[in-house]
T-cell receptor, first 114, second 112 residues
Framework: NAGVTQTPKFRVLKTGQSMTLLCAQD?????MYWYRQDPGMGLRLIHY???????AKGEVPDGYNVSRLKKQNFLLGLESAAPSQTSVYFC?????????????FGAGTRLSVL | LAKTTQPISMDSYEGQEVNITCSHN???????ITWYQQFPSQGPRFIIQ???TKVTNEVASLFIPADRKSSTLSLPRVSLSDTAVYYC?????????????FGGGTRVLVKP
């Protein structure tokens, strides 16, 4: 049972480059989330999705785009990477508001933008 | 989401009980209290959730007083592997998006 899988695990980008982070979950969860975590800080919500084909902005959405074309996948895109986007990115999923707000997290993607 | 306040760090020794108190003075009627644990280089992991009184599972206990303005996570007989950051979150599980707001957490260091 894989749970939430994130790819890649590590990535180094140059300023201005683009990339897509992939999150896949095999728990048939309705809700999916993307967070970023900077050193010594808690997680901040970037975007989230409450179902296939829907997305919404979180606390820090600027510079990122997302897509949820399939229920099991949630993609996070950086169109033009900036050094301020150097961070660890976590994906999470949950059953949705039928359950008690429990999110399941992936192992994270460590991104460095030079 | 209700704002939470918890200690930045705590030290303990193997075999001791660790209690982390979280303040959430403006908790709303529909809010639940949830704790997550995060090991270095890993994503957070759900530990326990409660609404009032006491909740216990195989990992921890959660104590919530009647006024619900604070809560205490209790980790019995900690081991070195319990060294982690512990986050207290408060929110309505039926709110749109089930969004979570993470504070800075409490960094627990268990010493031999």
């Amino acid at each position: 049972n894989a749970g939430v899988t994130q790819t890649p695990k590590f990535r180094v980008l140059k300023t201005g480059q683009s990339m897509t982070l992939l999150c896949a979950q095999d728990m048939n969860h309705e809700y999916m989330y993307w967070y970023r975590q900077d050193p010594g800080m808690g997680l901040r919500l970037i975007h989230y999705s409450v179902g296939e084909g829907t997305t919404a902005k979180g606390e820090v959405p600027d510079g990122y785009n997302v897509s949820r074309l399939k229920k099991q996948n949630f993609l996070l895109g950086l169109e033009s990477a900036a050094p301020s986007q150097t961070s660890v990115y976590f994906c999470a999923s949950s059953y949705g508001n039928l359950a008690k707000n429990i999110q399941y997290f992936g192992a994270g993607t460590r991104l460095s933008v030079l | 989401l209700a704002k939470t306040t918890q200690p930045i760090s705590m030290d303990s020794y193997e075999g001791q009980e660790v209690n982390i108190t979280c303040s959430h003075n403006n908790i709303a009627t529909n809010d639940y209290i949830t704790w997550y644990q995060q090991f270095p280089s890993q994503g957070p992991r759900f530990i326990i959730q409660g609404y009032k009184t006491k909740v216990t599972n195989e990992v921890a206990s959660l104590f919530i007083p009647a006024d619900r303005k604070s809560s205490t996570l209790s980790l019995p007989r900690v081991s070195l592997s319990d060294t982690a950051v512990y986050y207290c979150l408060v929110g309505d599980p039926k709110a749109a998006g089930n969004k979570l707001t993470f504070g800075g957490g409490t960094r627990v260091l268990v010493k031999p």
